[in-house]
């Protein structure tokens, strides 16, 4: 009995330090959007021994899956890194359901597949989104990416699901908890000119352009701030 307990002892130390090494490399891969990279680390989370017993473990392949279906992984493929997210987050969820950056993992890959699939089907998937975010943001008033995923949601689906003024709101909240977050304003920006105001829109470019990026996000921002000149320049 104690030979067991000193081996899970071991075992689950391992996976903490090995926990660590792949969340940085996950943050690495991420603020270069190193499609390469993400592709590898999912491949060597997936082989790990016990990975399904560690919530954390799976939480970072999750992640990491939802990452590369957005920016790495070709478009026929896009689906399929959406999905094994969602699953791998639903595992994790059985062993940590109040983990409140979880539930966002979880909404977040249903969110990205719904933008994926298009309007009809992502309305189906409506229900699950709004438990998921809601919830994270019950959990974790202060995840501010949360708000910015629940922003979208009220922006991009059709009527009568639309409601531009919450997603505003839902927009300034997050930035209001992280004013460095420089794709949140680029959101807010395409929110303004969905909604035909202009003048909010340019002045949200205008800000974006100014902004220092993000070393986290560095390659998304980067991205951010060049699509937000070009809208300035053509407006």
């Not at 996950?26 to 919530?55: C, E």
């Not at 970072?60 to 992984?73: F, N, S, V």
């Not at 890194?81 to 890959?109: E, H, I, R």
């Amino acid at each position: 009995m104690r030979k067991l307990l000193i081996v899970s002892f071991i075992l689950s130390l391992s996976l903490i330090v090995l926990g660590s090494n792949l969340d940085q490399d996950f943050y690495n891969y991420r603020a270069s959007q190193n499609a390469t990279g993400m592709l590898n680390l999912i491949d060597q989370v997936k082989i790990l021994p016990n990975l399904t017993k560690s919530a954390t473990i799976l939480t970072l392949l999750a992640d990491a899956c939802t990452e590369y279906g957005l920016w790495g992984a070709p478009k026929d493929k896009k689906a399929v890194y959406f999905n094994d997210s969602l699953d791998y987050a639903k595992s994790a969820l059985k062993m940590t359901p109040n983990d409140a950056y979880l539930n966002f993992v979880a909404g977040a890959a249903i969110g990205r597949l719904a933008q994926y699939k298009g309007i009809v089907q992502s309305l189906f998937m409506l229900g699950d989104f709004d438990n998921y975010i809601n919830k994270a943001i019950k959990l974790d008033p202060k995840l501010y990416r949360a708000y910015v995923a629940l922003a979208m949601r009220y922006r991009d689906t059709p009527w009568p699901f639309a409601d531009f003024e919450k997603s505003e709101m839902l927009f300034k909240k997050a930035l209001s908890l992280d004013p460095r977050y420089v794709y949140g304003y680029y959101e807010l920006a395409m929110l303004y000119v969905k909604w035909g105001k202009k003048d909010l829109a340019r002045e949200t470019f205008e800000k974006i352009v100014s902004m220092p990026i993000e070393k986290e996000f560095a390659v998304q921002e980067t991205q951010c701030k060049i699509e937000a000149k070009a809208w300035l320049d053509e407006n």
